[in-house]
């Protein structure tokens, strides 16, 4: 295998700055490697920090501990997923991971709450519903910027995005990677390559090695990033949106070599979603660029529903 170069050419753009200043690098950042990266994100390093420790808190429980939050036939949607469970779409063999999902939280009687389920919350770490509330919301506040961004860059009302998010099925995972064993499936990776099914994806954790994307030319190129950054990357249904001028790219989580191999990963990526009963109907901006085929409308509940099916999820 020849050595994986670094995808020098991301965009790597700070918050802090007018989105006006922003929003084409990042435009042509996703057009070109479907990813970016974000300084000045706005989430404080104290409740990062927090979210971690929780996070490992809770994957060092007890196997038997854990899997009393799992919740066969919920799609994966909340709760913990067990190790051995998801797989990526047309993968063999299961991904190397664990994780636990929180969603959005919405009132009785709410109209859309038919497609949310309440969250679950262990009772074993203490803080954890609040730390994980407080930051699914830091996370949507930062998302909802970046997709200001990307609609200044398409030429777009900078709020376009505002009403298709508003109480979308956003997930946050919590993800720990265990240290490779020896009886880990032969070809298995910890997370195989794969696109990601939302809007965008917002990816705390990524500072260690691992993460890796496909670009256009067919070459895995590794994604560097700065200690505390965000990564960003274009989600299915936001390429599917835009008609193919945002990519959706492939990605994945290659196993460390060396001593890393016996060290545990952590990270916490947000996929932020659209409403459920939002229209994915190709945006007409895009369809005049000729950026690729035109896909028939799907509302994002019945988009989801079909990508989950196939990574083993429902």
């Not at 860059?153 to 376009?160: A, E, K, M, Q, S």
């Not at 994806?201 to 990033?225: F, M, R, S």
């Not at 835009?242 to 001593?259: C, D, F, K, M």
Request: net charge negative; aromatic share 8%.
């Amino acid at each position: 295998m020849t050595d994986i170069q670094s995808a020098d050419g991301i965009a790597t753009v700070s918050l802090a700055q007018p989105l006006e200043d922003i929003a084409d690098k990042l435009g042509r950042s996703f057009a070109e490697y479907g990813f970016a990266v974000i300084r000045d994100h706005g989430i404080p390093q104290e409740l990062i920090d927090r979210a971690e420790a929780t996070s490992k808190a809770f994957f060092a429980l007890p196997e038997e501990v854990k899997r009393a939050y799992h919740k066969p036939g919920a799609g994966g949607a909340r709760g913990y997923t067990p190790f051995g469970t998801e797989k990526a779409k047309d993968a063999e063999i299961f991904d190397l991971k664990e994780f636990w999902h929180v969603g959005r939280s919405l009132p009785e009687g709410h109209p859309l709450a038919e497609y949310m389920a309440p969250n679950v919350w262990p009772d074993e770490i203490e803080g954890f519903k609040d730390t994980f509330s407080t930051l699914f919301a830091a996370f949507e506040t930062a998302g909802g910027r970046v997709l200001e961004a990307i609609a200044l860059h398409l030429g777009l009302d900078r709020d376009f995005f505002a009403p298709t998010v508003e109480d979308g099925n956003s997930v946050m995972r919590l993800l720990h990677y265990p240290p490779l064993g020896p009886d880990a499936p032969e070809g298995a990776i910890r997370a195989a390559a794969h696109g990601d099914i939302n809007t965008i994806t917002l990816l705390l954790g990524a500072e260690e090695a691992g993460l890796e994307l496909l670009t256009k030319q067919g070459e895995w190129c590794a994604i560097d990033v700065p200690k505390g950054a965000l990564v960003i990357n274009v989600g299915d249904m936001l390429e599917r949106l835009t008609a193919g001028r945002l990519r959706s790219t492939t990605h994945r989580v290659v196993n460390p070599r060396g001593a890393g191999a016996q060290r545990s990963r952590y990270s916490m990526p947000f996929f932020l979603h659209f409403r459920p009963d939002y229209l994915i109907e190709p945006l007409e901006c895009c369809i005049a660029q000729g950026a690729g085929d035109v896909p028939e409308p799907i509302s994002a509940h019945d988009f989801l529903q079909q990508r989950l099916r196939e990574i083993n999820l429902a």
